[in-house]
C-alpha cells in the first residue's frame, strides 16, 4: 500500500511590508527560486504546478538564489545560516555555514559559481564572502554601520561587489578576496537593492527615496541618478534584462516599470489594484527579470504573495500564480473531488483545481484571522467555514465567493460541519453547541465540556458527533423539525484516554474514527441503537496530535494527518497494516482529504497542497 507524491503545489513567496523580496531564476530562464516558511520551493515557471520543496532549514528561510550554472542554490534563514544544495532535486546539501548572527537578506554568486556573499543583519558582522564548496572565507564584507539589504556581484572579471544598506550608502568591494574599496551615498535612506548589468558595465541601486541610481561597474563612481519623482512609493525590487540594455523595478506605489539604461527613460508601466486608489495588497516587493526566455517574460511579487507573470506589450498580466505563504489551517473537499477549499492562518481561503494544479483567491469577505475549519454538505453548493474571528461565512463554489453577510458567533469556534440533508450548519463553539439554519442562529446546546470537534453523520441527518477535552465522544440527536438537540447524548464513547482532536464519518455513514492529542484512532461502528461498538483501536503511528481524518469513497480506508508531520493511510480489514509519508509538511500535517480512489490531498504548516497516490490498497 505505497504512497507516493505526485505533484505539489507550493506555497506562495513569503512577504513583509516595507521590505524586499528576493527573487531568483536558473540561467535558462525555466524555473524560480523562493524562500516560504521554513522552505525553499523551486518552481517551473510555465507549470507552476511542477515544483520542488526544499526542507533543510530549521528556522525560517528568508532568500534563495540559483549559481549561474543553474545546479546549485544557496537559501539563508533568519539564524544566519546559508545552505548551498542541489537545485535538480532539492535534496542533496553541499553544505551549512554560519554566516551571521542574525537575518540574511540576500545572497550573491560569482560567475564561476564558486563564490557567495551574504549579508544581512548581524552583530559583529554584515556580511561575507566565502566559497560554496568548503565555506572558506575569500573576503570580507564591511563599510556599513546598519543592516545590509542587498548584495549583486559582476560576473566579469575583475570581480567587483556592492552592498547596500540601511545606512543610506552602497559599498564597492574588490576581488578576489573581497575587500573594501569605495563608498558612495548617493541615496537618502534606506537603499533596498543593487544588481549589476549581466554585461558588467553598469550597476544600479534603488530605495526607498524613490530614487534610481547608475553607477560605473568597474569603478563603482556614480554616473547619473534616473526616475526622479516617477515612482510614488519606495522602490523593493531591480532587475536586469539579459540585454544589459533595460532593467525593471517593483515599488510600493503598485507599479512595476521597465526602464532604458542609456536615456534614463521609463519605457513602459504595469500598476496593480483598484484605478485612483490604495491598495496595500497590491504593494509590489520583488522583481525578477528571467534569462534565457525569447517572450521577455517578467515575474513581479506583491504584498499577498501573488506572482504576476508580465509581458511588454501587454498592459495586463499574462497569468497570476496565487497561493497560502502562511500556515494552512483548514482543508476542504467535496465527495467528488471538484471542490476543494484551504484556508490559513490570515485568513486567507483558495479554492484549487487539481488537474491544472492552480488556486485561485475565493472573493469577497474572508475571514480576518485563522480559519478553523471547512463543512461541506454532501450536496454540494455552498461551503460553510469558522475561524478565530468568531464568524460562520458561506461560499458558493461555483462563483467562487463568499455570499452574503457573516454570522457573529458567541465564542471562538473548533469546528463545524452540516447535517446530511444540508438544512442546518452545526457549530462547536468554546460554550457549547450552536446551530444554524443557513446564517439563522436556531439554538444552542450549552456543555460543561469544551468541545474540541465535531461531525455530523453523511447518512442520517439526526446524528451529530461532539468531542471535547474530557476524552469522550458524545453523540447527539439533533431535531429535523426545529433543529435543537437532545439535551444529554443518545451515546458517550469514552475509548481515547486523551482529548478529541478530530471527528470524521466514513461517506456511508457506518464508521466514524476519533482522533485524539496523543496520536491514536478509535473506529466505531455506528449503529442507531445506542451501542456504538469500537470495529478497531489499533490506528496509533501517529506520535502526537491527530489533527485530520478523511474516508474514501468505500469507506475501506482512512487517510490521517498529525502534528508529528506523517500522512498515514490505514485499512480496516488489516488495522494493524499501514502505509505512511514521514515529513509530509514541515512542522505539522492540518489537513487530509480524499478526494477520488487513490489520490489523497494533504496540507500544513508549510503552506504547500500536495497531492499523492495511493496503490494496491489492501
Known amino acids: 500500500m505505497p504512497i507516493e507524491i505526485d505533484k505539489i503545489l507550493a506555497a506562495a513567496p513569503a512577504t513583509t511590508r516595507g521590505q524586499a523580496t528576493q527573487l531568483s531564476c536558473d540561467p535558462k530562464g525555466e524555473r524560480i527560486v523562493y524562500a516560504s516558511g521554513k522552505s ?46 542541489d537545485a535538480v532535486g532539492a535534496e542533496n546539501t553541499k553544505g551549512e555555514y554560519s554566516i551571521i548572527s542574525g537575518r540574511i537578506n540576500d545572497i550573491a554568486w560569482d560567475g564561476d ?41 559582476r560576473q566579469q572579471r575583475p570581480l567587483r561587489a556592492a552592498t547596500v544598506s540601511d545606512d543610506g550608502s552602497m559599498c564597492f568591494l574588490h576581488g578576489a578576496p573581497f575587500k573594501f574599496a569605495d563608498k558612495a551615498s548617493e541615496h537618502k535612506g534606506f537603499v533596498t537593492g543593487t544588481a549589476f548589468s549581466p554585461d558588467g558595465a553598469t550597476l544600479v541601486t534603488v530605495g ?10 568597474k569603478t563603482g563612481a556614480p554616473t547619473k541618478t534616473i526616475g526622479e519623482g516617477v515612482h510614488m512609493g519606495g522602490i523593493y525590487g531591480i532587475s536586469w534584462a539579459s540585454d544589459s540594455k533595460r532593467f ?24 496593480f489594484g483598484p484605478e485612483g486608489s490604495v491598495s496595500i495588497p497590491d504593494q509590489q516587493v520583488g522583481v525578477v527579470w ?48 471538484n471542490a476543494l477549499l484551504t484556508g490559513s492562518f490570515e485568513g486567507r481561503v483558495l479554492s484549487w483545481d487539481l488537474a491544472a494544479g492552480t488556486g485561485t483567491v475565493v472573493d469577497g469577505q474572508s475571514h480576518s484571522n485563522q480559519v478553523t475549519q471547512f463543512a461541506l454538505p454532501p450536496s454540494g453548493g455552498t461551503i460553510y467555514s469558522v475561524g478565530w474571528d468568531d464568524t460562520l461565512r458561506s461560499v458558493d463554489v461555483s462563483a467562487n465567493t463568499f455570499t452574503g453577510s457573516s454570522t457573529k458567533l458567541s465564542a471562538q469556534p473548533k469546528g463545524v460541519a452540516t447535517t446530511s440533508d444540508g438544512k442546518f450548519v452545526v457549530v462547536a463553539a468554546h460554550t457549547g453547541i450552536q446551530v444554524y439554519q443557513g446564517p439563522d442562529f436556531i439554538a444552542e446546546l450549552p456543555t460543561t465540556f469544551t468541545p474540541t470537534a465535531i461531525a455530523a453523520s453523511p447518512t442520517d441527518a439526526s446524528v451529530i458527533a461532539v468531542g471535547g477535552d474530557s476524552n469522550t465522544v458524545r453523540i447527539h440527536s439533533l431535531s429535523s423539525s426545529d433543529g435543537t438537540l437532545s439535551s444529554q447524548p443518545v451515546a458517550v464513547l469514552t475509548n481515547s484516554s ?4 478530530t471527528l470524521s464519518f466514513s461517506r456511508d455513514g457506518k464508521f466514524l474514527a476519533a482522533g ?31 489533527l485530520s481524518i478523511a474516508w474514501n469513497e468505500a469507506g475501506t480506508h482512512a487517510v490521517s494527518g498529525g502534528l508529528d508531520t506523517n500522512v498515514c493511510v490505514w485499512s480496516l480489514a488489516k488495522p494493524g497494516s499501514r502505509t505512511s509519508a514521514p515529513n509530509a509538511h514541515k512542522d505539522g500535517v492540518n ?12 496540507t500544513g504548516v508549510d503552506g504547500a497542497v500536495k497531492v499523492w497516490k495511493v496503490s494496491e490498497l489492501p
Do not use: C, M
Open 248 to 271: 525593471v523595478t517593483s515599488s510600493a506605489d503598485q507599479t512595476v516599470r521597465v526602464w532604458d539604461a542609456e536615456s534614463g527613460k521609463n519605457t513602459e508601466t504595469w500598476r
Open 113 to 153: 559559481s564558486q563564490r557567495v556573499i551574504a549579508v544581512g543583519d548581524g552583530r559583529e558582522r554584515f556580511g561575507h564572502a566565502f566559497t560554496a564548496d568548503s565555506g572558506n572565507s575569500v573576503g570580507e564584507v564591511t563599510g556599513h554601520s546598519k543592516v545590509v539589504n542587498a548584495v549583486s556581484i
Open 40 to 85: 525553499i520551493f523551486v518552481r517551473t515557471i510555465d507549470e507552476p504546478s511542477k515544483s520542488l520543496q526544499y526542507t533543510g532549514h530549521t528556522t525560517t528561510t528568508t532568500v534563495a538564489r540559483f549559481s549561474p550554472s543553474g545546479f546549485w542554490v544557496a537559501s539563508g534563514d533568519v539564524s544566519g545560516k546559508v545552505r548551498v544544495w
Open 498 to 501: 486523551a482529548q478529541i482532536s
Open 290 to 337: 528571467p534569462h534565457g526566455r525569447t517572450d521577455g517574460l517578467i515575474i513581479s511579487l506583491n504584498l499577498n504573495g501573488d506572482l504576476n507573470y508580465l509581458v511588454p506589450g501587454n498592459p495586463k498580466p499574462i497569468r497570476v500564480v496565487q497561493g497560502h505563504n502562511k500556515n494552512i489551517t483548514a482543508l476542504g473537499a467535496s465527495p467528488d473531488g
Open 591 to 602: 489537513g487530509v482529504a480524499w478526494t477520488e480512489e487513490g489520490t489523497v490531498v494533504s
Open 516 to 546: 485524539n492529542s496523543t496520536g491514536k484512532i478509535v473506529v466505531y461502528r455506528t449503529s442507531g441503537a445506542g451501542s456504538w461498538e469500537v470495529e478497531t483501536d489499533r490506528w496509533s503511528a501517529h506520535t502526537a496530535r491527530v
Open 208 to 217: 526607498a527615496d524613490r530614487k534610481i541610481q547608475l553607477y560605473d561597474g
